[in-house]
């Protein structure tokens, strides 16, 4: 079965330094997306992404966040500034005309 | 805006029990509707999905949902659960194929062998 991968699967940072979240979508999909869900929290959406650009966004998507597909294959997460209140599990998914598949997400540990 | 309520965040059952979570939407328009599954340690995975036709759609390991468009409802059902079972689920809904998906608050499902 196809999957979507992400790295790392644990990612534990300093308050204020910038993280790469990287996420391989399946090589057909056409869109792209980042969730997250903070512990005992619902999982929330974050951003879509289609033909090369942001698609669609949430208000947790502020300017501290940013999103790149830079070689066709893979498709990052940037937060450049991290807060303690960006600790969460961080999920990528890919669709293509049917429904999504994520991946195993990354854990950020914001200390 | 699209919100998704499940009713329980906690179920526990014995192996062999029927399984029934509940999951409502407000949207007044369309929507695809699906039951994700997080089995401990491991990623979101589609349980299964309605997006027109026949009300009733099956899913894999045995599980089904019944979309009532007149309740906002799509409930998910298992007649006689097993261990594997243990896991959380997630109902979901977007507007259109490729739209961004929103998340119900999850149900975790504890069965006991």
């Known amino acids: 079965e196809p999957e979507v991968t992400q790295t790392p699967s644990h990612q534990v940072t300093q308050m204020g330094q910038e993280v790469i979240l990287r996420c391989v979508p399946i090589s057909n999909h056409l869109y792209f997306y980042w969730y997250r869900q903070i512990l005992g929290q619902k999982v929330e959406f974050l951003v879509s992404f289609y033909n090369n650009e942001i698609s669609e966004k949430s208000e947790i998507f502020d300017d501290q966040f940013s999103v790149e597909r830079p070689d066709g294959s893979n498709f990052t997460l940037k937060i450049r500034s991290t807060k303690l209140e960006d600790s969460a599990m961080y999920f990528c998914?890919?669709?293509?005309?049917?429904?999504?598949?994520f991946g195993q997400g990354t854990r950020l540990t914001v200390v | 805006a699209q919100s998704v309520s499940q009713h329980n965040h906690h179920v526990i059952l014995s192996e062999a029990a029927s399984l029934e979570l509940g999951c409502n939407y407000s949207?007044?328009?369309?929507?695809?509707l699906f039951w994700y599954v997080q089995y401990p340690g491991q990623h979101l995975q589609l349980l299964l999905k309605?997006?027109?036709?026949?009300?009733l759609v099956k899913g894999i390991k045995g599980f089904e949902a019944e979309f009532i468009k007149s309740k906002f409802s799509f409930n998910l059902r298992k007649p006689s659960v097993q261990w594997s079972d243990t896991a959380e689920y997630f109902c979901?809904?977007?507007?259109?194929?490729?739209?961004?998906?929103?998340f119900g608050g999850g149900t975790r499902v504890l069965v006991k062998p």
């Open positions: 998914a890919s669709s293509g005309p049917s429904f999504a598949f």
């Open positions: 309605y997006f027109s036709g026949d009300p």
């Open positions: 979901a809904v977007n507007e259109a194929a490729g739209n961004k998906l929103t």
């Open positions: 949207y007044g328009g369309t929507v695809n």
